[in-house]
């Protein structure tokens, strides 16, 4: 009863400081400001406010800033995806797009937030570079590509207009184009929403790889097999948050080359179906499949030379079949937790509510009032509540096998050793290395069931 007091204080404080972080990060509103025939007429904006400009840009495909041509000019929806290419099936090329705000103030400082685009971009506004990623160029010789968050900060002109060009070239991703419509904002707000978002990402990977850690730690000491699922999975769950999102592993390797960022991000993503499965597998809520179990085994290797071995646009396109892998088991988890629930399984509650938390997360990606970062707490919460669920677990075996080693060294009449103690006692003498004398006392006792 205690040890469930504790748990339960531990995921209170817990909920009351993601609540606290969540409200403070939903104090920005995200709000959408379309652009028709690349003119954007900005509105009084506050500073609770960042605004994303999709809508109609000016577009100049293979054509950079200096040699941009009216004529050759059209108008594109934003988000934007390039034809492929003839015979390839990639979006491989190079574009300027461009957008004029209008009604800003001139005497204010404006800022974008951009998450990445594919794969190299130049930001400039009224002439002026603001931001970057990588270096743009013609040809796969002459850029560099780069996938990490960025910021930009700008005033407007007199009369309280601004041109915004994006210059953007892809020769890595399969699917090349203007992806990701930037968000606009007071400078104060683009930089408070900049660090929420790295500043949150940061923070799950700790939580995380601190999951992780605990877990190996754990199993190494108990020689666990299960708990060393839980790590590898938590692990597997940082590599995926690290190479996606903001790609903080371009921070931390920021001479990464991009192809080793895209099989990162596929392999983890691909990594965690397995072992969600081995892990699920290994709580014997339902009878334990060997050959399911053999099967896991096997793809793994496979997936790795799957993803190491194929072109980007199978990666790409894999990614729909990834989704029904997700959908099944999901269902197949759900079969677990009924199972679970009726087995009376030690803390399957917490599983319970884990996988709600997951379903109300992915609910919030679709729902058109967006929670941000939503689908992060939510995360968060399911790893953190499977982790309850394990450790209660592992203590409930433990415990167990306590139990049961108690009755076999005790004797049931007597409360002393059993013969089995006398031998475990013999056998821990014979491995000291510090032998000492040992001497035994036999003795014979008659009436013994009477004293």
Known sequence: MRKNLGILLLLVIVGISMGAWGGLLNAIKLQTLSSHQGLVAAPMMTPQNLYRVPGEWTYYPNQLVGELADR???????????????GTHNEFGFATYRV??????????????????????????????????????????TYR?????????????????????????NFDRSNGGFYNAPLLGFAEVVSRYYLNFVSLEVFIIAFMLALGLFFAILSIADHDRHIFLMAVFAIACVLRIV???????????????????????????????????????????????????RILIVSIPAII?????????????SYDYLRIAIALIAFYCVWLLF???????????????????????????????KINFGLSFATMAFMLLLSVFVVLRFASVKQRNQSLE??????????????????????NWQNRRDKANLQILFMDLNRFKQV
């Open 339 to 369: 199972q679970g629930i009726r087995k009376r399984e030690p803390g399957i509650t917490y599983v319970v509510l884990g996988f709600l938390a997951l379903i109300i997360g992915g609910l919030n990606e679709i729902s058109p009032v």
């Open 145 to 169: 590509p780069a996938v990490h968050t960025e910021t930009g900060y700008f005033k407007p002109d007199a009369l309280g207009q601004a041109e915004v060009i994006m210059e953007i070239a």
């Open 406 to 427: 108690f009755e076999v060294l005790t004797d049931a009449l007597t409360g002393l050793g059993s013969r089995s103690a006398l031998f475990k006692a013999l056998d």
């Open 100 to 141: 004029v705000l209008t009604g800003l103030d001139a005497n204010r400082l404006y800022g974008f937030f951009i998450q990445d685009e594919f794969s190299a971009y130049r930001l400039s506004v009224n002439g002026v570079e603001i931001a970057r990623n990588g270096l743009v160029g013609k040809s796969r010789e």
């Open 72 to 86: 050759s000019a059209g108008y594109v929806q934003v988000p934007h995806s390039w034809p492929e290419q003839p």
């Open 243 to 293: 190479s996606t999102g903001s790609h903080v592993i371009s921070l931390i390797f920021p001479l990464l080359p991009l192809q080793a960022i895209i099989w990162l991000e596929y392999l983890s993503g691909y990594l965690l179906i397995p072992l969600a499965l081995m892990l699920f597998n290994s709580f014997g809520l339902w009878h334990r499949s060997r050959w399911l179990h």
């Open 305 to 317: 030379l799957f993803v190491v071995l194929v072109s980007n646009y199978v990666l790409t396109k």
